[in-house]
């Protein structure tokens, strides 16, 4: 029998009950848009983070402690870093055309009755290169000229907390006490969906913080700006072996982790990687229970249909006639369910995406490996109650009341 | 009429079934032939093994021993789908229930056997449907559904279904238990004017009275062969429906259609 009068008797014997068909279709409909959307999602804030860590500068390259633990328990002393590690870099590095310490005090910034919880940096002046922060009024700090001095630099968010209309040029801030003057403003970044408000900074002389704030001579983390986007691997290179040259270090194990932004942006969204899977996994889950629904259903037409099965195979229809016959119906089913699934997964990413503003980004490869998944679901599900028909006995078949 | 070689030649046919721990002989070792335009009905009690004799006939159901011989063609060893292709392009079947698809037109219900012949066209295929239909005298009713057709007219469509593939033989199983004299009659007058165009017909009743509208009876008791006889004196079916007396109702309502 040719496909098209096979899904001719399909689509006529779906249509015959069609609140049974309507309701296995929907199985396959809520698992396919659960899949669509939930993909969306995925896609989309890994999508938001990239574009945030990708603002926050393409060439920055992150230096940080290696500590080993194993099982929580910090098993050797970790390797600190210091501020002659900054300045050797600086010095001697090739393939660097900019370096700033990062030391952070927690607290909060107060202009009269206003307040502002946003974390103190202290960074060189060469940070905001790296982070692609620009000045929009005033100057940025000098690291020879105002090493250690109490000034600062301030992001939007802060600007507006602080100082409503004001021009906060000149004005003092005060953070833990100490009064902190804001020599400049920082042009507004936008704050990503899922990251830090990059707007929400105060940046000060790093000695600022290390002598006045947090009395320690450890640095957290130390940031670099690599020359040019084909330099970050041969610029890492060259950071590690400075600093272990500093340390004659002879250990096997790296004293520090340097990583170039194409690595800080797999790390970050190997974590959103495994959630976004987590998810589809259940969304999958319910596509599964779809393909249930289908397997069901067909097992009841195959019942209630015996005796057509039976006049078929009598007038001459082979067993694999019969499996086709009831295959074309489950594949329907659930290509129809994969069609609209496919249609609502991508409004309601769209309506997420407009009413609460998340970043979702609907993938062409999600619709494609969705739409495949439902045809393999139709043929596994439609499989067995299918064989069971092509192999009902002709005579009992037609017997049957 | 003996010179011609038989179109369906059975050859000591055997049947058991397992019942349980039991063994049922349905059939004991039954001969016969049947030649080309012959129109036989096969007589038996309840449990005489004529169904069996039917399913085996019909290609549905294989021999325990002996042969069938179809047109020609040994049928004992063939497997599910070579049974399947003899079903499909070589018998035609009339049921006792007509056993047409429900909600589905008698055009199409008529069409059903050739779709599984893909070497006839969509338009071939129409085109022998309605030949069919005009043999049972139907045509006008072709869009109809089975539930706006009377149990006779439903009984005519499953003919005509029978005929569309032109089979070398027409197997019936019971086809007027169903239906009142009248009806039998008048169904009875179809298979006789597709006997006198040629075709062959085995025909499977209880009642000794639509026995006597074939040409020759078959007898089965106990699972073997009681009587082979050629009937002298066939009845005309069109004699016997005009004397009939005149119905009370006009049509009967009976339907039976395959849900």
């Known amino acids: 029998?040719?496909?098209?009068?096979?899904?001719?008797?399909?689509?006529?014997?779906?249509?015959?009950?069609?609140?049974?068909?309507?309701?296995?279709?929907?199985?396959?409909?809520?698992?396919?848009?659960?899949?669509?959307?939930?993909?969306?999602?995925?896609?989309?804030?890994?999508?938001?983070?990239?574009?945030?860590?990708?603002?926050?500068?393409?060439?920055?390259?992150?230096?940080?402690?290696?500590?080993?633990?194993?099982?929580?328990?910090?098993?050797?002393?970790?390797?600190?870093?210091?501020?002659?590690?900054?300045?050797?870099?600086?010095?001697?590095?090739?393939?660097?055309?900019?370096?700033?310490?990062?030391?952070?005090?927690?607290?909060?910034?107060?202009?009269?009755?206003?307040?502002?919880?946003?974390?103190?940096?202290?960074?060189?002046?060469?940070?905001?290169?790296?982070?692609?922060?620009?000045?929009?009024?005033?100057?940025?700090?000098?690291?020879?000229?105002?090493?250690?001095?109490?000034?600062?630099?301030?992001?939007?968010?802060?600007?507006?907390?602080?100082?409503?209309?004001?021009?906060?040029?000149?004005?003092?801030?005060?953070?833990?006490?100490?009064?902190?003057?804001?020599?400049?403003?920082?042009?507004?970044?936008?704050?990503?969906?899922?990251?830090?408000?990059?707007?929400?900074?105060?940046?000060?002389?790093?000695?600022?913080?290390?002598?006045?704030?947090?009395?320690?001579?450890?640095?957290?983390?130390?940031?670099?700006?690599?020359?040019?986007?084909?330099?970050?691997?041969?610029?890492?290179?060259?950071?590690?072996?400075?600093?272990?040259?500093?340390?004659?270090?002879?250990?096997?194990?790296?004293?520090?982790?340097?990583?170039?932004?194409?690595?800080?942006?797999?790390?970050?969204?190997?974590t959103s990687d495994m959630l976004s899977l987590v998810l589809t996994a259940i969304a999958g889950i319910s596509l599964f229970v779809g393909g249930i629904g289908i397997m069901n259903i067909m097992y009841v037409s195959v019942t209630e249909r015996t005796k057509e099965i039976g006049l078929r195979m009598a007038i001459g229809a082979r067993g694999r006639d019969i499996l086709l016959q009831f295959l074309f119906e489950s594949v329907i089913i659930s290509l129809l369910g994969g069609a609209i699934g496919i249609a609502l997964g991508i409004a309601a990413s769209e309506t997420v995406k407009l009413a609460m503003n998340w970043p979702m980004s609907v993938s062409v490869t999600s619709v494609i490996v969705s739409f495949g998944v439902c045809f393999a679901t139709g043929v596994f599900f439609g499989w067995y109650p299918a064989r069971k028909a092509s192999r009902l006995d002709p005579i009992e078949a037609l017997r049957f009341e | 009429m003996q010179a011609v070689s038989p179109i369906l030649s059975v050859q000591n046919l055997r049947r058991d079934f397992k019942m349980g721990d039991e063994i049922v002989h349905a059939l004991r070792g039954v001969s016969f032939d049947i030649y080309p335009g012959e129109f036989v009905t096969i007589m038996g009690t309840s449990g005489s093994g004529k169904s069996t004799m039917l399913n085996i006939l019909g290609c549905m159901d294989r021999p325990t021993s002996g042969h069938y011989i179809l047109d020609g063609q040994h049928t004992e060893t063939l497997k599910r789908d070579a049974l399947a292709r003899i079903r499909s392009q070589k018998l035609g079947f009339v049921f006792q229930s007509y056993n047409l698809l429900s909600r589905t037109t008698a055009i199409e219900n008529v069409e059903l056997p050739l779709l599984y012949n893909s070497k006839i066209s969509a338009e071939e295929r129409h085109h022998r449907a309605i030949e069919a239909l005009k043999m049972v005298g139907l045509e006008s009713r072709m869009n109809h559904l089975p539930n706006q057709l009377s149990g006779g007219q439903q009984q005519r469509v499953a003919i005509a279904r029978a005929l569309v593939n032109d089979p070398v033989i027409i197997l019936a199983d019971e086809a007027t238990g169903n239906l009142d004299t009248r009806t039998s009659y008048e169904i009875m007058m179809i298979f006789q004017e597709l006997h006198s165009q040629g075709k062959t017909i085995a025909f499977v009743t209880h009642e000794p009275d639509i026995a006597t509208f074939s040409g020759r009876t078959i007898t089965l008791r106990d699972g073997l062969l009681k009587k082979d006889v050629i009937n002298e004196k066939v009845q005309n079916a069109k004699v016997a429906f005009e004397m009939l007396p005149p119905p009370e109702t006009f049509e009967d309502d009976d339907e039976g259609e395959v849900e």
């Open chain 1, 1 to 270: 029998m040719n496909p098209f009068t096979l899904a001719k008797i399909a689509l006529r014997a779906l249509f015959r009950n069609r609140m049974r068909t309507f309701l296995s279709v929907l199985g396959i409909v809520i698992g396919v848009a659960a899949v669509i959307t939930m993909v969306a999602m995925g896609e989309g804030s890994k999508k938001s983070i990239k574009e945030q860590m990708t603002a926050m500068g393409t060439n920055a390259i992150t230096i940080m402690p290696n500590q080993s633990r194993r099982g929580g328990v910090q098993t050797e002393s970790t390797e600190m870093l210091e501020e002659e590690d900054v300045i050797a870099i600086r010095e001697n590095a090739t393939y660097i055309n900019g370096v700033s310490p990062m030391v952070t005090v927690g607290g909060q910034a107060i202009v009269g009755n206003n307040n502002s919880p946003t974390t103190l940096s202290g960074v060189s002046a060469d940070y905001l290169k790296i982070r692609n922060y620009e000045i929009e009024d005033g100057v940025m700090f000098d690291d020879e000229a105002d090493r250690m001095s109490k000034v600062c630099v301030i992001g939007q968010t802060v600007v507006k907390n602080l100082f409503a209309d004001e021009n906060p040029i000149g004005k003092t801030i005060r953070y833990k006490s100490i009064p902190l003057k804001v020599i400049g403003t920082l042009k507004a970044k936008g704050s990503g969906d899922f990251g830090q408000d990059q707007d929400d900074v105060i940046f000060t002389p790093y000695q600022t913080v290390m002598r006045r704030f947090s009395a320690t001579t450890n640095i957290r983390q130390i940031y670099a700006n690599s020359i040019g986007e084909g330099y970050a691997a041969k610029a890492t290179e060259e950071i590690m072996t400075i600093l272990k040259e500093r340390r004659n270090w002879t250990k096997p194990t790296d004293p520090f982790r340097v990583f170039t932004q194409e690595e800080m942006i797999q790390m970050v969204t190997s």
